[in-house]
T-cell receptor
Framework: QQPVQSPQAVILREGEDAVINCSSS?????VHWYRQKHGEAPVFLMILLKGGEQKGHDKISASFNEKKQQSSLYLTASQLSYSGTYFC?????????????WGLGTSLAVNP | GAGVSQSPRYKVAKRGQDVALRCDPISGHVSLFWYQQALGQGPEFLTY????????KSGLPSDRFFAERPEGSVSTLKIQRTQQEDSAVYLC????????????FGPGTRLTVT
């Protein structure tokens, strides 16, 4: 089952914060977040394994709530370079941890 | 090489032609994935290799699609008798051993079937 991402699109001014959600109807083992800029390949941001851990990468962090089968990506004090499409990829067990089912993406535009 | 490379970057094929798309992985990466990405969509899993073994091909949309990785390095995705619905960007991604789950993507091949 494809995870559902929300919102579909976000427009921010530089310095503002945003939250992107990724929800699944199936129990999840892991959630992977990637960012793709227009015309470029997706780039890895972070992976969260079941256990409700939170990770961070500069001013981008994420949480994973297994019970809710949901992950959220937090972008703090957004920079122009954060613009792009954010995808979550999910795996429902350790054996499939590399075979990911991807959401449709959330388009983020950060304006000066 | 420094990253995953794919060739060609762009391919225009007439309906019914066969195409071959190449992926050169990062040296030493055992896992290799092919994805299909339609415009405005997320990547869709096609197939997965661990070394030369094709462990999962459940995402290949039809028997016109075939992938191989004979020596566990370079991989080729072949599409026979291309159809217009095959038009998409084909992404290759590779990953290293053990607990390294990060997938490194190539720039993709944009296939347009006319």
């Amino acid at each position: 089952q494809q995870p559902v991402q929300s919102p579909q699109a976000v427009i921010l001014r530089e310095g503002e914060d945003a939250v992107i959600n990724c929800s699944s109807s199936k129990a999840l083992y892991s959630v992977h977040w990637y960012r793709q800029k227009h015309g470029e390949a997706p780039v890895f941001l972070m992976i969260l394994l079941k256990g409700g851990e939170q990770k961070g990468h500069d001013k981008i962090s994420a949480s994973f709530n297994e019970k809710k089968q949901q992950s959220s990506l937090y972008l703090t004090a957004s920079q122009l370079s954060y613009s792009g499409t954010y995808f979550c990829g999910t795996a429902d067990n350790a054996g499939n941890n590399r075979k990911l089912i991807w959401g449709l993406g959330t388009s983020l535009a950060v304006n000066p | 090489g420094a990253g995953v490379s794919q060739s060609p970057r762009y391919k225009v094929a007439k309906r019914g032609q066969d195409v071959a798309l190449r992926c050169d992985p990062i040296s030493g990466h055992v896992s290799l994935f092919w994805y299909q990405q339609a415009l405005g969509q997320g990547p869709e899993f096609l197939t997965y290799f661990q070394n030369e073994a094709q462990l999962d091909k459940s995402g290949l949309p039809s028997d016109r699609f075939f992938a191989e990785r004979p020596e566990g390095s370079v991989s080729t995705l072949k599409i026979q008798r291309t159809q217009q619905e095959d038009s998409a960007v084909y992404l290759c991604a590779t990953a290293g051993r053990g607990g390294s789950y990060e997938q490194y993507f190539g720039p993709g091949t944009r296939l347009t079937v006319t």
